[in-house]
């Protein structure tokens, strides 16, 4: 059974960090792109960041350049995102995806960021 769980949402004020999560079973995750988007509230879900493997070049909307970091280790099956200096703006649900050409793209459930002071 494919699946992607994501977890370390919260609520943080604005200038906070929060990391997180998104733990693969059920495919070979290590071929796969990875990417973190969100959606908030009467908007689009948009594309947030993504890397195509462990260690390689890393890909990010302009809006949080300098401000988040995406990872995976692919030991662990896990991908992460590092958001440092939240902005209110940043409020949104976040949704891991895992996506690879021919085989199949999964996302996880979501997990809710809310940045307010």
């Known amino acids: 059974q494919v699946q992607l769980v994501v977890s370390g949402g919260g609520l943080v004020k604005p200038g906070g960090s929060l990391r997180l999560a998104c733990v693969a079973s059920?495919?070979?995750?290590?071929?796969?792109?990875t990417y973190w988007y969100r959606q908030a509230p009467g908007g689009e879900r948009e594309w947030v960041a993504f890397?195509?493997?462990?260690?390689?070049?890393?890909y990010y909307t302009d809006s949080v350049k300098g401000r988040f970091t995406i990872s995976r280790d692919d030991a662990k099956r896990t991908i992460y995102l590092q958001m440092n200096n939240l902005k209110p703006e940043d409020s949104a649900v976040y949704y891991c995806?895992?996506?690879?050409?021919?085989?199949?793209?999964?996302w996880g459930q979501g997990t809710q960021v809310t940045v307010s002071s």
């Open positions: 995806r895992a996506d690879k050409l021919g085989e199949g793209t999964y």
């Open positions: 890397i195509r493997r462990a260690g390689g070049d890393t």
């Open positions: 059920g495919f070979a995750f290590s071929g796969f792109t």
